[in-house]
């Protein structure tokens, strides 16, 4: 698969766990961005870290979450390595996310 684009999607709901990807928060800000779920004054359900991602590839878009899941609170997930849950409605979600955290950075 090819990413020719990403970009934060306005799609916030609908998917489910498609696979898991080992990264460190800081990683992830560099490929990603900021996530665009972060903690507020108590918590949320289940999410504290979530990124809404839609990419454009050469066989066509594919949308993903990267997100923690069911932690105690946001830090868990921000310092050293951690395991991600990757959300989409098919499994081109986990290759999209893999084949473009592999990139290299523009």
């Known amino acids: ?25 800081d990683e992830l800000v560099e490929k990603f961005g900021e996530p665009y779920k972060a903690e507020k004054e108590g918590g949320f359900d289940k999410v504290w870290t979530e990124w809404s ?11 993903a979450t990267i997100y923690d899941w069911k932690e105690d609170g946001p830090e868990a997930s921000r310092h050293g390595t951690y395991r991600w849950h ?17 990139m290299e950075v523009a």
Request: glycine share 12%; with cysteine; hydrophobic share 40%.
């Open 1 to 25: 698969m090819k990413i020719i684009n990403i970009t934060e999607s306005n799609m916030k709901s609908g998917s489910c766990l498609q696979g898991y990807m080992t990264a460190n928060y």
């Open 86 to 102: 990757i959300g989409g409605m098919d499994w081109k979600a986990e290759d999209a996310v893999g084949t473009a955290f592999n």
């Open 53 to 63: 991602l839609l990419f454009e590839t050469d066989e066509g878009e594919v949308y």
